[in-house]
């Protein structure tokens, strides 16, 4: 059974599924690799509301880091490369290289770059955070203007974050 809710946000309506416990993506508007069909999906915004909620904070700039339960269908390789996703700090960037290498396959960076391209939980699977290895803005599921205000987003919190911590630090 999968339950979907709908919510809006800066970079547009965002759809959510789950498979009743655990979140299973986070789909942009017109998703380059979403769902094959909608048919049978049931809408349960209580299901899905803890995630909405994080989703929410992230936006607002209160939340850095996300807890919901993820179950993102895809090969084992694939797997791998979204949990390598999930460990990129909030506002850096790595390449589809690094991620490579973290995995243990230093010569998949093309494979990386297409599993990172087939990530179903965007925003919460942090794959926006990957850049080209010169340091460009490179294909992104949900469009580079997204993926660049997604970066620019925790750029500017992580700027905010600092200066609130310095001036702390001075009285």
């Not at 789909?27 to 380059?32: C, D, R, S, T």
């Not at 939340?63 to 179950?71: G, S």
């Not at 203007?145 to 001075?170: M, P, Y």
Request: glycine share 10%; aromatic share 8%.
């Amino acid at each position: 059974m999968t339950y979907y809710t709908t919510m809006p946000s800066p970079v547009g309506e965002l759809t959510l599924t789950s498979d009743g416990s655990a979140l299973t993506a986070v789909y942009f508007e017109a998703p380059k690799y979403g769902p094959a069909s909608t048919d049978g999906w049931i809408r349960d915004d209580a299901v899905l509301a803890d995630a909405r909620q994080q989703l929410d904070e992230y936006f607002r700039g209160e939340r850095t880091t996300f807890d919901v339960a993820l179950a993102p269908s895809g090969t084992d390789f694939q797997c791998s490369v979204w949990r390598a996703l999930s460990d990129i700090p909030y506002a850096a960037t790595t390449s589809y290289g690094q991620i490579a290498s973290s995995i243990g396959k230093p010569a998949a960076s093309r494979a990386v770059g297409a599993a990172n391209g087939r990530n179903p939980i965007s925003i919460i699977v942090p794959c926006h955070r990957v850049i080209g290895s010169g340091g460009d803005l490179t294909g992104y599921g949900g469009g580079l203007d997204r993926k660049r205000w997604l970066l620019d987003h925790e750029a500017v919190v992580i700027s905010r974050r600092r200066a609130a911590a310095a001036g702390t630090n001075r009285a």
